[in-house]
């Protein structure tokens, strides 16, 4: 009987960690490798890329929760409006896994990762977010008159609240105003795109800038 003599390669070595659950260091360069695929997957609408990182996850012991975590986070982040269940989806899937634990809870893990996985994608949401921060920082400003609060002693007397118009008294419960402080009135934060239900989004704002 003869002895298997084993060259011990870089490729070897790397299929045998990937076998091995236990190479999975919660806190290593492999567990933000695969976390990074797994959300990359989500965002990229490839969703047996992503249920198989998940499987992954799973079979090296990974917290439930830090990954009902990640999947809300990429619902929000990259799906965002145009799929707004998407959120609602990835929020019920990380209430269901810390009441119910596993095994159940990769079964709920996986729809929720296949849903936001196969949802129509924008990150206008986010942009959105960003480009005010931004506004945030760069610009002093001041609540315009008509929308300051009026409802206190001598508020009326400084021009709070006067002038303003309440959207529901108008046709379609809109009507045109400024909202946006005077330094950047014309600002545009949001921008929907036309996937999904951004789409109903972005028909509605056009409609209503028109008039």
């Keep these: 009987e003869t002895e298997e003599t084993v060259i011990i390669t870089d490729d ?15 806190d290593g360069e492999m567990h933000y490798d695969i976390i990074s695929a797994f959300i990359k997957s989500m965002r990229g609408s490839d969703p047996d890329a992503a249920v198989f990182y998940l499987a992954k996850m799973l079979y090296a012991g990974e917290d439930v929760k830090f ?9 929000a982040e990259d799906v965002g ?16 896994v810390e009441r119910i634990g ?4 990769q079964i709920i893990l996986s729809q929720a990762v296949t849903y936001v996985a196969c949802a129509p994608k924008s ?29 206190y002693k001598g508020a ?14 108008y046709p379609d419960h809109y009507v ?30 056009q409609k209503i800038r028109k008039e």
């Design 156 to 169: 009326k007397k400084l021009g709070h609240g006067t002038d303003y118009k309440y959207a529901h008294d």
């Design 123 to 151: 990150n206008s949401a986010v942009n959105a977010i960003f480009a005010a921060n931004e506004a945030v920082r760069n610009y002093q400003t001041s609540v315009p008159a008509h929308l300051r609060d009026a409802h």
């Design 81 to 96: 409006n145009a799929d707004p269940m998407a959120l609602t989806v990835a929020v019920s899937a990380a209430q269901a």
């Design 12 to 26: 070897l070595v790397t299929e045998r960690l990937q076998q091995n659950p236990l190479a999975y260091d919660k």
């Design 176 to 205: 045109k105003q400024q909202y946006l402080p005077d330094e950047i009135k014309n600002a545009r934060f949001y921008e929907p795109g036309i996937l999904g239900y951004e789409k109903t989004i972005t028909e509605y704002l």
């Design 102 to 105: 596993m095994p159940e809870s």
């Design 67 to 75: 990954i009902a975590r990640r999947i809300m986070i990429c619902a």
